[in-house]
């Protein structure tokens, strides 16, 4: 009889956020304190792949590839307070991209052995929780990226992998790794595209929830859906922002009906201590201990169903 696994992380919603791309933020360990966040993205390796040496962007927290080991304590406090914290590679400025299924697993050996093996890296000693791919140039290798990485966690420890495309399907640069279902997260950015998000100035919340539901169709069952939003209107310059209450109101009893809900992912740490963003809407995106207890229990119906069929076939 088969057996199932029900993920308490990624089914009883919670909030993911980018943090690292403005020193006015705060402190990695003050964001964590908060005690609204599930995950926090650390934004961005900027520079890897194709003969690029590794850098990254932490605006005014770390000088540009200088060590930035002043952040380990701050790791394993948000860590052992049971916020998880990934890498995310990529972001709006480069340069990176793959050159070759061997140059990804080249990176992919990069990342494993610098930020989840616990070895000594530009980090310190770390075992970060997750890899992130907020990609947004260059189209090939992501699969393979992903596949190596995969790969790695297969021999050693489980890590999580997450992705965050745009809302249009298919997205112009992940399409191809997110289809080998690899990721657990899906922080799908629903702003600064105006044919999948919602209307501020009207609103109306149909293309969003439109675009949604398209996205709860397109993923595997072991796949988590976010909602990524604007932490301000000021994050999201082509739109897409909610105002907390239409949010509330309008947007959360709608989605977390959805099976393979995770939450809310906001765009950025900094937007969010300029508005209040996350301490307005975080008591509202947990679904609620009957939602869950009700989730648990159609995974159960639904193992028992496939073992008695396997059993009794028809």
């Known amino acids: 009889m088969s057996s199932f696994t029900v993920k308490a992380s990624s089914s009883d919603g919670g909030i993911a956020i980018y943090w690292g791309q403005n020193g006015n933020e705060g402190t990695l360990t003050s964001t964590c304190d908060t005690g609204n966040f599930k995950i926090v993205l650390l934004a961005f390796l900027n520079q890897f792949g194709n003969g690029n040496p590794p850098k990254w962007n ?33 972001g709006a400025v480069g340069p990176y991209s793959l050159s070759s299924p061997n140059d990804a697993k080249n990176v992919a050996d990069y990342l494993y052995t610098n930020f989840l093996s616990g070895q000594f890296g530009p980090l310190g000693s770390v ?67 105006p044919p999948c998000q919602y209307n501020t100035a009207t609103g109306d919340a149909t293309l969003l929830l439109q675009s949604w539901d398209a996205w709860t169709s397109l993923i595997l069952p072991n796949n988590t859906l976010f909602m990524g939003l604007p932490a301000s209107p000021d994050a999201a310059p082509s739109g897409g922002y909610i105002p907390p209450n239409d949010l509330i109101t309008k947007v959360l009893p709608y989605i977390k009906e959805t099976p393979n809900y995770g939450g809310i992912m906001l765009w950025d740490r900094y937007h969010d201590v300029g508005n209040d963003y996350s301490n307005q809407i975080v008591g509202y995106v947990k679904q609620s201990a009957f939602r869950f207890v009700t989730l648990i229990s159609k995974a159960i119906v639904g193992s028992v169903s496939e073992a008695l069929n396997a059993i009794f076939p028809n």
Do not use: M
């Open 58 to 90: 932490f605006a005014g927290h770390c000088g540009d590839w200088s060590p930035c080991t002043q952040l380990e304590p701050e790791i394993k406090h948000c860590q052992q307070n049971g916020v998880k914290i990934f890498l995310s590679l990529g």
């Open 127 to 193: 075992t970060l929780d997750g890899i992130d791919f907020d990609i947004e140039a260059s189209t090939l290798y992501w699969d393979d990226l992903a596949r190596h990485l995969d790969n790695q966690r297969k021999q050693d420890r489980y890590f999580y992998l997450s992705a965050a495309p745009q809302c249009v399907i298919p997205d112009q640069y992940l399409d191809k790794a997110i289809k080998t279902g690899l990721f657990d997260y899906l922080l799908v950015q629903f702003y600064n595209n």
